[in-house]
Structure formats: structure tokens, C-alpha cells
């Protein structure tokens, strides 16, 4: 996938501050990217994702936990990219709640590391961490590069929100740009980790928070933030083997 393919729709992804559908005063809840049924089903497919990965024959498992036959999986076009995009969705909306029980609300730049690894936590939590490279690479395909891409924009911005960011100029595309790049790439490195406790993901996560802080003291514009995060992101599951 040549760089300049996936450049333009983060770009477009990044490109202006979205309203807000969730975790806010004026809209307090966000609906997930499925109806009720379909998410029934889809939570009972992550239980199956350490046996089956993130897979049609995952989702067609979480067919029969809920009594629906196998065909019942039409329901899901999109197939893996279903649930793909249904769990990380799933893990940003309940970031809120994690970092309320951390109090890591409103606590300004100093918290966003920290929120961060709160949110990758999370693939430790749900069991997926040995999945991840499945899932990243199915997320690198051309015609799924703009949903991931979606997702890595509003992941962005909801930690720069929660942790308190009332930013209305230029700092608002540099923040989201950066900390995409920061993600990312630490979810990347996360998926070949085998230290204790994830103890490396963490010391590479504090690594790439200082090394985007330093970039982000040159950079000229918004535009070198996006291809910085592109360029990473592509850089790094290509030489993870994830992207041929």
C-alpha cells in the first residue's frame, strides 16, 4: 500500500474537529456501529476470539451463543471488519468510564500517556492481544483503510477530550495527528511484545511520547503530522510482516 494512498483519508479523517456524538453534556450516550441484535452478537464473538480470531467463523460462534443459525452472519457484510470495528468502537466508548475510576479526567497533556495505555490495556483485558496482528492487518486492507483510519480519529480525540483539551486552533490537528501516531504505533509493537506484563509496550510508549513532544517543536503544519502518523503506522506493519 503505497503511503500516499492512505495519507489522503487520514487527512480527510483528521481534517476538522467533529461534533461530538458521545461523552458529552449535549449528546451523553454514542451508539455503538450496530444495532442491539447485531451487538449481542458481536459481544458473544470477542469471547471466541482467542480460538477463532478476529473471523467470519468467530461471528458465525457468536451467532449460535445467542440461538441464531449461522446464516445469521449475513447480518455482517463487512465480515472480521464487523467485528474489527465493532471492539475497538467498543473500547473507546468505555475509555470514559476506565478513566473516571483512575481520575485521570481533565488532567490536561500530563494524563494522555496514561490514558493511552489505559486504552491498550484494554486488548489485554478482552484476551485479544495474540489476535491483534490478524486484526491490524485485515485493518490495512485498501478498502478498510478509511474505517481504521475513522477509528484512530476519534480514538484520538476522545482522550485529547477527556483529558480536558479545549483547543479551537492549529494545536487541535497537531495534538490529534501526533497522538494517532503515538497509538498507533504502540498498539503495533504491542501485538510482538512478550516482556512481562507488557513491561516494553510501555517503555516504547514513553519512548514515542518524547520522540512526537521533540517533532511537534519543528513540525510546520498540520500536514507533517498526518503523513507522520500515516507513515508510521504503514511503516511499522510492514516491517512486522503484517503488510506485504
Known amino acids: 500500500m503505497a503511503l500516499r494512498t492512505t495519507t489522503r ?46 473471523s467470519s467463523e ?19 457484510p463487512r465480515g472480521a ?3 474489527i470495528s465493532y471492539f475497538f468502537a467498543k473500547e473507546r466508548v468505555a475509555l470514559k468510564g476506565k478513566a473516571e475510576k483512575e481520575g485521570l479526567i ?3 497533556g500530563r494524563v494522555v500517556g496514561e490514558l493511552v495505555k489505559l486504552r491498550l490495556k484494554g486488548n489485554v483485558e478482552a484476551g485479544v492481544v495474540g489476535e491483534l496482528s490478524q486484526a491490524l492487518a485485515i485493518m ?17 480525540d476522545e482522550i485529547w477530550w477527556l483529558a480536558g483539551d479545549k483547543s ?10 501526533s497522538l494517532a501516531a503515538i497509538y498507533g504505533a504502540t498498539e503495533i509493537f504491542m501485538t510482538k511484545d512478550s516482556s512481562p ?20 517543536s519543528v513540525a510546520g503544519g498540520f ?22
Open 9 to 54: 483519508p487520514l487527512l480527510s479523517a483528521l481534517a476538522r474537529p467533529t461534533a461530538r456524538s458521545y461523552h458529552s453534556i449535549q449528546y451523553p450516550a454514542d451508539p455503538l456501529p450496530h444495532n442491539k441484535r447485531q451487538q449481542s452478537i458481536l459481544d458473544a464473538a470477542l469471547t471466541h476470539v482467542p480460538t477463532y480470531g478476529f
Open 58 to 76: 468467530c461471528i458465525a460462534a457468536g451467532c449460535r451463543d445467542n440461538g441464531y443459525l449461522d446464516a445469521t452472519t449475513n447480518l455482517f
Open 81 to 83: 471488519m464487523d467485528l
Open 106 to 108: 481533565g488532567g490536561g
Open 140 to 156: 490495512a486492507m485498501p478498502s478498510n483503510v478509511p474505517i481504521a483510519l475513522k477509528e484512530l480519529s476519534l480514538l484520538s
Open 168 to 177: 479551537v486552533d492549529m494545536n487541535w490537528y497537531t495534538k490529534r495527528g
Open 197 to 216: 506484563d507488557y513491561q516494553e509496550t510501555w517503555k516504547f510508549l514513553e519512548h514515542r511520547l518524547s520522540d512526537v513532544h521533540k517533532l511537534g
Open 223 to 244: 500536514a507533517d503530522y498526518a503523513s507522520f502518523t500515516a507513515g508510521s503506522v504503514i511503516s511499522l506493519l510492514r516491517s512486522k510482516s503484517l503488510l506485504k
